[in-house]
């Protein structure tokens, strides 16, 4: 099984690709925000042909039960700055492009392998959203969970990904580590401390994913 995985940072590329060896898995790059995930994920698409296509790196995190550190997976995905309006069809909802799926699932399969995993981290499934904010407030978290009060976490790549993903028919899954938890942060201070303190140590359990998928790392 060939695995792609796409990241949307230099700092998350090398810490990840430090990690994987070999032929059947990809680390790849896409750059920030949801045009430059779609292309990523259609480049690696057209030249790697993976089986499976993971976005990893990190993510912030919402939720009572959603800690700095812990894993967050998608078992449905969204855009929380998309809004196609009700003129012409009102049957579309807040979040959704038109004539695709009100919200994006992983594979089944991929989702279960996610959860099943024991590697000493706690790993919540759920909704997770993506816009082309960096969310360094606690005033536009808020107004992200106005629309999606269920949701545990908050990117800018994922969702763009999954609907490259569905649009090719490859199977997709986000997988990401919490970074700060903006409804109690200030100025973004938990997403600095946390490359400076532990994100090396996180992105390993995007390792234990992958050998559970199967894989020669």
């Known amino acids: 099984m060939k695995v792609g995985i796409i990241v949307a940072m230099d700092k ?4 990840l690709k430090s990690l994987f060896e070999g032929a059947d898995v990809m680390v790849s790059k896409c750059g920030i925000g ?17 089986d499976v296509i993971i976005s990893s790196g990190c993510a912030g995190g919402n939720g009572d039960e959603v800690d700095v550190q812990d894993v967050v997976v998608s078992a449905q995905l969204a855009y929380h700055d998309v809004y196609c309006g009700t ?7 807040y979040g959704q492009v038109q004539g695709l799926p009100v919200r994006f699932e992983p594979a089944p399969w991929l989702l279960q392998k996610a959860l099943n995993l024991d590697c000493g981290v ?37 969702c763009a990904i999954a609907q490259t993903c569905y649009i090719n ?26 490359w400076n303190t532990v994100a090396e140590r996180s992105f390993a359990v ?4 992958v050998e559970s998928l199967g894989n020669p790392v």
């Open 169 to 194: 028919k490859v199977p997709f899954i986000s997988f990401r580590v919490v970074s700060d938890m903006p409804l109690k942060d200030s100025h973004a201070s938990q997403y600095h401390d946390f």
């Open 87 to 93: 003129a012409i069809d009102n049957s579309t909802q």
């Open 34 to 50: 949801k045009v430059n995930a779609a292309l990523g994920a259609q480049r690696m698409i057209n030249e790697f042909h993976p």
């Open 206 to 209: 995007t390792k234990s994913f």
């Open 122 to 158: 706690k790993i919540h499934a759920g909704l997770m959203v993506t816009g082309d904010w960096f969310v360094d407030s606690q005033e536009k978290m808020r107004e992200i969970i106005r629309h999606f009060p269920e949701a545990i976490a908050v990117d800018m790549e994922s």
């Open 12 to 15: 998350e590329l090398r810490q």
